[in-house]
């Protein structure tokens, strides 16, 4: 309760400011346009707290020009209709920045959006924030000035988690590229080839297959037995990742998995002792670092309730790194100028508990590191109240886990 | 009906004033509803007025959305087809793509029709995302409007009115198409197939007919919202857009003409509204849903219709203050279950439980005021609203009925 009190406090305490400065400058509006109904929204609201949680500390430290930044709540329904839709209803209120994160085909609508509405009103520019959109023509070929990725990619996943299974001792010599039919599973196949070429490991078979229709993997498994694996690279989430390991390991058969989304609520305590001994890489793990890491974590709980997880903590860096940026943009008359913040952005810096973190200004890229980790019991933390929870078996170093800018991101630069 | 036509200039004038009328949001609304008033009344043709139940509507909607956004890449708004008439692209590829898959659905009737139509449907959404040159891959084809005949199509007013002509103009087409007697053919294919083929008539071409026209229809609002949106997603071809369509148009009454368009503006503007209000907006979509097919089965405006048709014959005045107290009555108890559910539903919210600790239950401002969970009071206040509303309905519709019997 104390934090609450305490939080609470700041936040009259910055009203009362923000009412005496208010006759200077408009409070800056941001605009969370993320999926907060229907069946994706789990992810969707994972964001909301993540948003929250780290703009109450942007506030706390006094916002934005004197004021309290306004946080903007908009339901995209789940698609890029809607999404479009709410990208115009956010600028027409007022907003100067568009978060939203959890699907990549919103992505691709709301960064198309912001780069044409910047086209029309040049001068009036908005900036968007992508804190989630992994899709690998985000910051390719859709990349522009005023998009800021603030996730790591498929080129990012794919190569830490095998450097860091490779470093470990545990990718193998025989490696097996299952994923999704479609964009980010063929991204992730796509640079599972070329990181094998890397590391001088073979890729004994790729495999493409439906998303989410699957029910028994008993036939991909199959095949991973007689391609004869160490180790599958897979990008798939959900049922597509749940399912695979589990016919997996139904059929006795000893593989280990790398994969991106391990660590999505619910994916350990449906796997239980199946998930065992899978690797994961991502941007956060409570025992790196751990003195100020469990500060974050228990604020984070403090604030929201749960431990943060998944896409969370990134979510918390992103936007960190966007109130850092904030600091050293002056407001103008009307308020905030994105061709500033574009600048400032570039140039921002911040130290999360996992180590620096900066977007790269070549394609707005974030650079930052990659923890590989290992689903087992000694973890620290457990993941969905099982016995189970992610230990760190890599750090790899933010310059390590940097991924050439792609040849298709031409951006336009302003002036 | 001698006021229909007047009832259709204004409705018509207020349309055209609406930019001046509104503001930037709610325009933008009112582009999704008029998008969405013709894909339902598109599907109304097909399942209103010819009895074929399309469970795959988004299909054709998608085709014509995909179709216009090629076309709009290709001719960047310039040459054979300049940026206003590219809805006729989405309206031939809808075409096309309907007389082919027509000409399959159509072979059968009823339910069997129904599980091709969506099994088309599904064939074309579960191809669509290994096809990335056609349809984009996950990030989806964006475009670029590009000015045409003097006007910039930029801003929301000039895209307001591009799909407000079209939209006007296709509901017209549609009107005209059931006056004539290909139109008239429909009517029989859905209330006797049998007998219009004891008649001579070629029952499966005129399907196929039908179903082409309908998915024209379909395609041209898919160009107009890929128009809107300078984009096309491949989720566009998802299920729930099919069934998304068949819910608007059985709400608004997909047997009276104007139905379907009125059920999917009104639906459109629900969702445009209520999901910034509330989490729970789609719990009460589906309320809306089945309190609609249990009590009005004809649709709100199928009702509405009737009514004016076979007045009571209790008078106007009698019948206006009846269904006055009855929208009155009805407004309370929707109050306490709106109420309810929102209280409910914070009460339940992760946020809220985060801030529960031992014993400590904070307050939960709702509507203006501070209600505290673990009180009575709102809970009392929710259900007794409710089941007040309810009975002030049930006590109407008796006097009403006690009248009648009076009568008799």
């Given at each position: 309760m104390g934090f609450q009190k305490f939080a609470r406090g700041t936040a009259a305490m910055a009203l009362v400011l923000g009412a005496a400065t208010a006759a200077q400058a408009e409070p800056l509006k941001i605009a969370l346009v993320e999926t907060l109904s229907g069946p994706q929204a789990s992810t969707g609201l994972l964001y909301?707290?993540?948003?929250?949680?780290?703009?109450?500390?942007?506030?706390?430290?006094?916002?934005?020009?004197?004021?309290?930044?306004?946080?903007?709540?908009?339901?995209?329904?789940?698609?890029?209709?809607?999404?479009?839709?709410?990208?115009?209803?956010?600028?027409?209120?007022?907003?100067?920045?568009?978060l939203q994160g959890s699907s990549s085909a919103v992505a691709g609508q709301v960064t198309e959006d912001v780069r044409k509405y910047n086209l029309r009103n040049a001068g009036n520019e908005v900036l968007y924030v992508n804190l989630g959109g992994e899709a690998m023509e985000l910051t390719g070929a859709k990349c522009h000035y005023y998009h800021f990725r603030t996730t790591p990619n498929a080129a990012i996943r794919v190569n830490t988690i095998m450097d860091g299974m490779q470093e470990a001792g545990v990718l193998g010599e025989r490696i097996y590229a299952m994923n999704q039919n479609y964009s980010w599973g063929i991204d992730v196949q796509d640079n599972t080839v070329e990181a094998a070429g890397r590391l001088g490991v073979e890729v004994v078979e790729t495999t493409l297959h439906d998303v989410n229709k699957i029910q028994d993997f008993s036939p991909y498994v199959q095949r991973i037995q007689a391609a004869d694996a160490d180790t599958v690279i897979t990008g798939n989430w959900s049922n597509d990742l749940l399912l695979l390991m589990k016919a997996t390991s139904g059929a006795g058969l000893d593989v280990r998995f790398g994969t991106a989304f391990l660590d999505q609520p619910g994916n350990i305590g449906n796997a239980g002792a199946v998930a065992e001994g899978h690797f994961l890489s991502t941007t956060f793990n409570p025992e790196v670092n751990p003195e100020e890491s469990a500060v974050f974590m228990e604020d984070y709980k403090a604030f929201t309730g749960h431990y943060p997880s998944y896409v969370e903590p990134t979510a918390v860096f992103g936007m960190m790194l966007l109130g850092e940026a904030l600091k050293s943009v002056e407001p103008t008359e009307d308020g905030l100028n994105a061709a500033d913040l574009a600048v400032a952005l570039e140039n921002a810096r911040v130290e999360t508990p996992m180590g620096p973190v900066y977007i790269r200004a070549e394609d707005h890229q974030i650079v930052q590191s990659m923890i590989v980790q290992e689903v087992s019991r000694d973890a620290k933390y457990k993941s969905d109240d099982t016995e189970f929870g992610f230990v760190p078996i890599k750090v790899i170093a933010a310059e390590d886990a940097e991924q050439p800018v792609q040849d298709s991101c031409k951006m336009k630069r302003p002036g | 009906m001698k006021y229909a036509p007047l009832l259709l200039l204004v409705t018509v004038a207020v349309l055209i004033a609406l930019p001046w009328l509104v503001s930037g949001s709610m325009l933008n609304a009112a582009v999704q509803m008029l998008i969405?008033?013709?894909?339902?009344?598109?599907?109304?043709?097909?399942?209103?007025?010819?009895?074929?139940?399309?469970?795959?509507?988004?299909?054709?909607?998608?085709?014509?959305?995909?179709?216009?956004?090629?076309?709009?890449?290709?001719?960047?708004?310039?040459?054979?087809?300049?940026?206003?008439?590219?809805?006729?692209?989405?309206?031939?590829?809808?075409?096309?793509?309907?007389?082919?898959?027509?000409?399959?659905?159509?072979?059968?009737?009823?339910?069997?029709?129904?599980?091709?139509?969506?099994?088309?449907?599904?064939?074309?959404?579960?191809?669509?995302?290994?096809?990335?040159?056609?349809?984009?891959?996950?990030?989806?084809?964006?475009?670029?409007?590009?000015?045409?005949?003097?006007?910039?199509?930029?801003?929301?007013?000039?895209?307001?009115?591009?799909?407000?002509?079209?939209?006007?103009?296709?509901?017209?087409?549609?009107?005209?198409?059931?006056?004539?007697?290909?139109?008239?053919?429909?009517?029989?294919?859905?209330?006797?197939?049998?007998?219009?083929?004891?008649?001579?008539?070629?029952?499966?071409?005129l399907g196929t007919l039908i179903f082409a026209i309908s998915a024209m229809f379909a395609g041209i609002a898919?160009?107009?919202?890929?128009?809107?949106?300078?984009?096309?997603?491949?989720?566009?071809?998802?299920?729930?857009?099919?069934?998304?369509?068949?819910?608007?148009?059985?709400?608004?009454?997909?047997?009276?003409?104007?139905?379907?368009?009125?059920?999917?503006?009104?639906?459109?503007?629900?969702?445009?509204?209520?999901?910034?209000?509330?989490?729970?907006?789609?719990?009460?979509?589906?309320?809306?849903?089945?309190?609609?097919?249990?009590?009005?089965?004809?649709?709100?405006?199928?009702?509405?219709?009737?009514?004016?048709?076979?007045?009571?014959?209790?008078?106007?005045?009698?019948?206006?203050?009846?269904?006055?107290?009855?929208?009155?009555?009805?407004?309370?108890?929707?109050?306490?279950?709106?109420?309810?559910?929102?209280?409910?539903?914070?009460?339940?919210?992760?946020?809220?439980?985060?801030?529960?600790?031992?014993?400590?239950?904070?307050?939960?401002?709702?509507?203006?005021?501070?209600?505290?969970?673990?009180?009575?009071?709102?809970?009392?206040?929710?259900?007794?609203?409710?089941?007040?509303?309810?009975?002030?309905?049930?006590?109407?519709?008796?006097?009403?009925?006690?009248?009648?019997?009076?009568?008799?």
């Open positions: 909301r707290d993540a948003v929250k949680y780290q703009l109450s500390k942007i506030n706390e430290a006094g916002g934005f020009g004197g004021a309290p930044i306004e946080l903007l709540e908009f339901d995209n329904q789940g698609g890029p209709v809607g999404a479009a839709d709410r990208v115009r209803a956010a600028i027409s209120e007022g907003a100067d920045i568009i | 969405s008033a013709l894909f339902a009344m598109a599907f109304g043709l097909l399942c209103g007025q010819a009895g074929m139940l399309s469970f795959g509507h988004a299909a054709y909607f998608g085709v014509g959305a995909f179709a216009a956004v090629h076309a709009m890449n290709a001719f960047g708004g310039e040459g054979l087809l300049p940026t206003p008439l590219l809805p006729l692209v989405g309206g031939a590829s809808g075409l096309v793509s309907g007389l082919l898959a027509g000409y399959f659905s159509t072979k059968r009737t009823g339910v069997y029709f129904a599980m091709i139509t969506l099994a088309l449907a599904e064939l074309l959404h579960a191809l669509a995302p290994h096809l990335k040159t056609v349809f984009g891959g996950e990030a989806g084809v964006s475009s670029f409007r590009m000015p045409a005949w003097g006007i910039g199509f930029g801003s929301l007013n000039d895209v307001y009115f591009l799909t407000l002509v079209w939209t006007l103009v296709s509901i017209g087409l549609l009107y005209l198409f059931s006056k004539t007697p290909l139109g008239r053919l429909a009517l029989g294919l859905r209330e006797n197939a049998h007998r219009l083929r004891f008649l001579g008539y070629n029952t499966h071409a898919g160009a107009l919202q890929s128009m809107n949106i300078e984009a096309a997603n491949y989720v566009v071809l998802e299920s729930h857009i099919s069934t998304a369509v068949v819910l608007n148009s059985f709400i608004g009454g997909v047997r009276v003409f104007l139905g379907p368009a009125i059920g999917g503006a009104v639906m459109t503007f629900f969702g445009h509204v209520s999901s910034d209000l509330t989490r729970v907006w789609l719990l009460y979509q589906g309320i809306i849903f089945v309190l609609v097919m249990m009590f009005l089965p004809r649709g709100i405006v199928g009702e509405l219709v009737e009514r004016i048709r076979n007045p009571s014959g209790e008078g106007l005045a009698r019948t206006i203050s009846t269904l006055l107290a009855r929208l009155a009555s009805l407004a309370i108890a929707a109050f306490g279950a709106v109420f309810l559910i929102e209280f409910l539903q914070r009460v339940l919210s992760p946020e809220y439980r985060a801030g529960v600790t031992e014993g400590n239950w904070p307050d939960i401002a709702l509507f203006s005021y501070d209600w505290a969970p673990l009180s009575v009071l709102p809970w009392a206040f929710g259900l007794g609203l409710f089941g007040f509303g309810i009975a002030l309905v049930i006590m109407v519709n008796r006097r009403v009925a006690a009248r009648k019997e009076a009568q008799a």
